[in-house]
């Protein structure tokens, strides 16, 4: 796996599916009031991000000029305090969805970001080529893949806060 892969990834992931794990369908599917998204419309909202930034990756790396981006704090993404509203694309369905499910998605998703990553081969090539991010503006595609697991750690606080409602 490439190096620009932490264990940060596999960390917030275990850590994703350790929240969800016993949920009934009923309280995976539970919305805490009409705006706002379920556990399981939050685990789709992951899937579409993770599936998007594939998306994202590969339309940059398709580019043949480089459009080097000056590195953000991505960071910010964890203060919860900062609402952002969902870009379309990535909007969650309305499910119900069922744990197993979602599961499978996440890990289909992560499996085939990983992939792109490997066949990459020389990564340098990610921190010389940016796309527009809908929430930080021109971003390299390394910083588009390091958002990943922090905008799922973000999502993990959500999910704690809706179990304990």
């Given at each position: 796996m490439s190096s620009i892969i932490t264990d940060y990834y596999q960390v917030t992931r275990d850590e994703l599916l350790m929240l969800i794990e016993g949920l009934s369908t009923e309280e995976f599917n539970a919305t805490p009031s009409e705006d706002k998204w379920s556990i399981a419309q939050v685990c789709h909202h992951l899937v579409l991000v993770e599936l998007s930034t594939i998306k994202a990756v590969k339309y940059g790396l398709r580019?043949?000029?480089?459009?080097?981006?000056?590195?953000?704090?991505i960071t910010l993404v964890l203060n919860r305090s900062r609402k952002v509203r969902a870009p379309k694309v990535v909007e969650p369905g309305g499910g119900p969805f069922e744990i197993n499910e979602i599961v499978e998605m996440l890990n289909n998703s992560r499996n085939k970001l990983l992939e792109l990553i490997d066949s990459i081969g020389d990564t340098t090539v990610l921190e010389e080529k940016a796309v527009v991010h809908p929430v930080f503006g021109l971003l390299s595609l390394k910083q588009w893949i390091d958002f990943v697991p922090l905008h799922e750690k973000r999502h993990m606080e959500q999910i704690t806060e809706i179990k304990g409602d």
């Amino acid at each position: 796996m490439s190096s620009i892969i932490t264990d940060y990834y596999q960390v917030t992931r275990d850590e994703l599916l350790m929240l969800i794990e016993g949920l009934s369908t009923e309280e995976f599917n539970a919305t805490p009031s009409e705006d706002k998204w379920s556990i399981a419309q939050v685990c789709h909202h992951l899937v579409l991000v993770e599936l998007s930034t594939i998306k994202a990756v590969k339309y940059g790396l398709r580019e043949d000029k480089g459009t080097k981006s000056d590195p953000k704090d991505i960071t910010l993404v964890l203060n919860r305090s900062r609402k952002v509203r969902a870009p379309k694309v990535v909007e969650p369905g309305g499910g119900p969805f069922e744990i197993n499910e979602i599961v499978e998605m996440l890990n289909n998703s992560r499996n085939k970001l990983l992939e792109l990553i490997d066949s990459i081969g020389d990564t340098t090539v990610l921190e010389e080529k940016a796309v527009v991010h809908p929430v930080f503006g021109l971003l390299s595609l390394k910083q588009w893949i390091d958002f990943v697991p922090l905008h799922e750690k973000r999502h993990m606080e959500q999910i704690t806060e809706i179990k304990g409602d």
